[in-house]
């Protein structure tokens, strides 16, 4: 099963941090948890993934638990431009297909 | 290096007719994946192609086919088009198959009206 959870949708100021949390309570060891975002009228685009420890780069920082059952993507600075639906996935091991939950749907507040 | 590239980017075609949809992924990607994105079922996955075979087939009717060249190119065909056919056809390729670690890069996407 490679159901994830996450809120709905989330509010965030502009120029604060935003913390976007997902539950994956059913990952196997050696899966990675990705996280992309779509844009409005645009195709997703990937954010960031990681398999154990924290990773980060230059568009967010994924913070993974030691249990790894959850994860959060951190935006350190959102801008109105990081507005958009985010998703939170576990790819399947037996091809690259993706299973897309709703994601959260980010609104940031100028 | 060029992105992925759909064509057409919106296309309106009627009831019964087919459509065919067309994908160049990254230079040196092999695997292609398609999907279908509505507003009620939100983004779904179609079918994956690497090496020119299909690897995986999400749920959806025998209508809707698709087929990669040998250049990695890849075209998605839907035949006998129903209204709720009418969607965001998106496009993904990726650098392997198989592999949980790999990253999916999309195309904008391909609008499909059916009147």
């Known amino acids: 099963d490679a159901k994830t959870t996450q809120p709905n949708s989330m509010e965030s100021n502009e120029e604060e941090p935003v913390h976007l949390p997902c539950n994956h309570s059913t990952i196997s060891g050696t899966d990675y948890i990705h996280w992309y975002r779509q844009l409005p009228s645009q195709g997703p685009e990937y954010v960031i993934h990681g398999l154990t420890s924290n990773v980060n780069n230059r568009m967010a920082s994924l913070a993974i638990a030691e249990d790894r059952k959850s994860s959060t993507l951190i935006l350190h600075r959102a801008t109105l431009r990081d507005a958009a639906v985010y998703y939170c996935?576990?790819?399947?091991?037996?091809?690259?297909?993706?299973?897309f939950g709703g994601g959260t749907r980010l609104m940031v507040k100028p | 290096k060029a992105g992925v590239t759909q064509t057409p980017r919106y296309l309106i075609k009627t009831r019964g007719q087919q459509v065919t949809l067309s994908c160049s992924p990254i230079?040196?990607?092999?695997?292609v994946s398609w999907y279908q994105q509505t507003p009620g079922q939100g983004l779904q996955f179609l079918f994956e192609y690497f090496s020119e075979t299909q690897r995986n087939k999400g749920n959806f009717p025998g209508r809707f086919s698709g087929r990669q060249f040998s250049n990695s190119r890849s075209e998605m065909n839907v035949s006998t088009l129903e209204l709720g056919d009418s969607a965001l056809y998106l496009c993904?390729?990726?650098?392997?198959?198989?592999?949980?670690?790999?990253?999916?890069?999309f195309g904008a996407g391909t609008r499909l009206s059916v009147l």
């Open positions: 993904a390729s990726s650098l392997s198959f198989g592999a949980t670690k790999n990253i999916q890069y």
């Open positions: 996935i576990r790819p399947s091991n037996a091809g690259n297909m993706l299973t």
């Open positions: 230079s040196g990607h092999r695997s």
